[in-house]
DNA sequence: CTGAAAGCGCTAACAA
DNA sequence: TTGTTAGCGCTTTCAG
């Protein structure tokens, strides 16, 4: 491989010339010009990364963490990051988490090692305490999932809301046993929409029953599906469900169609307007998310924290997408 | 950001030693070592990547290219790949082309740049001619998607086998009418999955009609749910259909559940086995990938590859998945 | 076991 | 407009 002496000397002008005709500098004479980049030509040179990063102290790289890729709840979040990214050449690096400190960790090193420039956590799992020291020296932005009273800009949706026009919806459709599939309280966003769920029983006055709110541990189908089947035993059945994410709420049904038949079906409302709610049978009811946005958002707030501005939090609309699932 | 220099000046030591310290260089007493680790903790020292990076000229970062990260096939190819780099002190690089080449190009040139040491790509949309050019000085394997006759190392299962399986299975059931959805044909695993099911017809004597294979544009959801919406609308309809991936199946059952009555059930069979399949209604049938078995072996391949090793192509088994969309 | 020094490939300040 | 030169932060050879 050729480096930018060997091209220098070919073209009989300097490293310096070179380094100016690679980036496009104004004050260099078209003849020269021509030189450099027939010698560039000629060597099949490519500049490299690796000293202009080290000489600039940047490596033009975000971070992405994320609990897991297989929740598509992220899927449009990327889309809106990476296209942001990519039109102001930076590169976005994914990092998987699953949920594990140690690979968390590996991934705040390569931002105090230099390795990447700024980091966006969507992970709630999130080590907050060691993202808060990190954040103290490098350009951290939260998306979705975020800290009350942190001081870490985020963009994310008013989940207590969207809970409770969830469950709102299906009061309004006559159910008065609703239950709540919601994930481990330790997560914020968990926290919220359930305060939301509640919020709609009360002003109801309706019951709230720790029997219909079932915790699951992680996100998957899989988790859903062990969700409804454990309220399907219950004396006093739930008549609704409203599941705090997409995933979970497409286990549930998938656990209510072809089971025991029941006098009524049961309404399934999710949250998130994940790709698959569409193609579920039925169809699902669900709050959706702009997920894009959110996306391309977070990647400006980065990209404006890495050149030193200040960001203001955000917290953007959602819509209740009203579907099969909650039609009788 | 404290430098080595400044520890070495701390520790009252050369640069040389602070580095053997961070490296677990044996040859350093433990006296000095403990005087380099504590100024280290004290100016809460971070060594920089980018000055090792450009020293070691690596960057200890695979990509891996793939079209959409929407397609939940990837998912489970993109753990093992992750995982065996992160055992292998590498991380990697997501790289969405979206199909659009000058996408791709930017990821070329990260490698041609030395800002990746070596890229997995699983892109059937990408520029063959391009990537051996690419594979001709830097390391490159191909994952799921391969060049017939090529000379990029590739890890893949027999698609013409799985097709042919997939299409038996209908005709054991007792289809005589089995219609095909595929993608574009310029994409080799679509030509092979179409001689797999022609095979078949042909072995059972089966007719092969062009008005029951349809092409998609893509593989989203809603290219099967179009297909599927075409062959209904045939004077002659199929009695069962065999899709190249489970996106596309999923699509055609969505179309044919709450569609027109029909006599018979229409038996649906994709391949893929993504996580979704399991959560369809009816769920499907399905011919499973080693998925995470083929992201594993990609790394490793790769890996390999960038210490110079000769790797050779692998071809790894699959399996049919017998469930309710084939059941009648 | 430790230090001095060269150098990875590039950019940018300064000088001409 | 172009060239000279210092140096980004690190590793590694060679000497001691």
Redesign the pocket.
């Known amino acids: 491989?050729?480096?930018?002496?060997?091209?220098?000397q070919k073209?009989?002008?300097?490293?310096?010339?070179?380094?100016?005709v690679?980036?496009n500098?104004?004050?260099?004479?078209q003849?020269?010009?021509s030189?450099v980049e027939s010698a560039i030509k000629e060597l099949n040179?490519?500049?490299?990364?690796?000293?202009?990063?080290?000489?600039?102290?940047e490596s033009r790289l975000m971070l992405v963490l994320l609990p897991s890729i297989s929740n598509p709840f992220y899927n449009e979040i990327i889309n809106g990051i990476q296209n942001t990214a990519i039109s102001n050449n930076y590169n976005i690096l994914l990092c998987e988490t699953d949920s594990k400190p140690e690979r968390e960790n590996i991934y705040f090193n390569m931002v105090k090692?230099?390795l990447a420039d700024g980091i966006i956590s969507m992970d709630p799992t999130v080590n907050m305490q060691k993202l808060n020291e990190l954040a103290e020296n490098h350009p951290v932005i939260l998306c979705s999932e975020y800290e009350e009273g942190g001081c870490i800009p985020y963009v994310t949706i008013d989940s207590e809301l969207a809970a409770y026009q969830a469950v709102k919806h299906l009061i309004k459709l006559g159910n008065e046993k609703i239950a709540l599939i919601t994930s481990d309280e330790k997560f914020l966003y968990a926290r919220l929409r359930r305060a939301g769920y509640e919020r709609a029983l009360k002003e109801f006055h309706l019951p709230i029953r720790e029997e219909w709110i079932y915790h699951t541990k992680e996100l998957e189908f899989q988790n859903g599906v062990q969700a409804m089947r454990i309220l399907l035993q219950l004396e006093e059945k739930p008549t609704a469900v409203f599941a705090v994410s997409d995933t979970l709420a497409i286990g549930a049904l998938k656990a209510l169609n072809g089971g025991l038949k029941l006098p009524h079906p049961i309404a399934v409302v999710g949250i998130d307007n994940i790709s698959f709610s569409n193609m579920t049978n039925p169809t699902l009811t669900t709050i959706s998310q702009p997920m894009y946005k959110m996306g391309l958002l977070a990647a400006e707030m980065l990209m404006d924290r890495m050149k030193g501005k200040k960001v203001e939090s955000m917290i953007l609309d959602h819509e209740l997408i009203i579907r099969e699932s909650t039609m009788g």
Do not use: D, F, H
Not at 1 to 8: E, K, V, W
Not at 11 to 19: P, Q
Not at 25 to 29: G, L, P, Y
């Open positions: 491989m050729a480096n930018i002496q060997q091209i220098a073209a009989g002008v300097s490293v310096a010339t070179v380094s100016r690679l980036n500098a104004t004050s260099v004479t003849k020269t010009r030189k040179y490519e500049p490299s990364m690796l000293g202009r990063n080290l000489r600039k102290s090692n230099k």
